[in-house]
């Protein structure tokens, strides 16, 4: 199965052909949208998106660390992480895809 990746300039092609604006518009608007859900993680908030999933911001606690290779114990230091957790509808419409 070959892999594609899904870009910034996907989606504002998306818009201008679905929406109707402009190139560049369309191209603002998409970049408009990632800002806006990009500060409100830094802020610490919850992003939902209704049919999609959550994005969420998950502080991490530090703790001791093994190298696999060698055994010797390192110490992972405190960190923030990004997560995400699919709606059911998303999970329903990945799980049928797989179907076919």
Do not use: C, W, Y
Request: aromatic letters at 4%; glycine letters at 6%; charged letters at 30%.
């Amino acid at each position: 199965m070959a892999e594609k990746t899904l870009t910034r300039m996907d989606l504002s092609e998306a818009v201008f052909r679905e929406v109707g604006l402009s190139r560049n518009e369309s191209a603002q608007l998409v970049e408009s949208v990632l800002e806006h859900l990009s500060d409100a993680l830094v802020s610490g908030e919850q992003v939902k998106i209704s049919s999609f999933g959550t994005f969420s911001v998950r502080d991490k606690s530090a703790r001791v660390g093994r190298n696999p290779k060698t055994g010797e114990e390192v110490p992972i230091n405190p960190r923030r992480v990004l997560t995400f957790r699919p709606s059911h509808l998303m999970k329903d419409r990945v799980a049928d895809g797989n179907k076919s």
